[in-house]
């Protein structure tokens, strides 16, 4: 029988309390212990990003960590991003409306990257956009339309915050 280590993780504002083996990687136990399967797997070498979380309010691969690594952390995943009665994160609705997906496999990942790039930028130029979505891989848009969605994001971010 395998040794478990408990463990302590608040996903999207819930607590969990987990026995977990010291082998187990966060994606494994965001996806199939807590049955949040919004957060893919792919490379699982860290290098495509579609498994992309916040951890502590900073992105990482939970491709590469360690379950047990992630102890005691605050760790939002892209199911967090949506609001009560499951309405869209405005960034949510900005992919979707600028054609920021096609197969929507590194969609979660991009939203997590384009989420902590408003929060510390809430105004970042074309080229800041691009540098920071570049850390994960999409096969399918070309990238332009995840572009266009962080800007039409960042507009109405700013709208909003002008009306308040």
Known sequence: MARTV???????????????????????????????????IGCEHGVCGTCTVLVNGETARSCLMLAVGADASEILTVEGLSGDGGRLHPLQEAFREAQGLQCGFCTPGMLMLAHELLRDNPAPSEQEIREAISANLCRCTGYQGIVEAVRLAAARQATAAAAS
Do not use: A, C, K
């Open 6 to 40: 408990p463990i302590s993780l608040n996903v999207n504002g819930i607590r969990h309390e987990l026995n977990v083996e010291p082998r187990w990687l966060l994606v494994d136990v965001i996806r199939e212990v807590l049955g949040l399967t919004g957060t893919h």
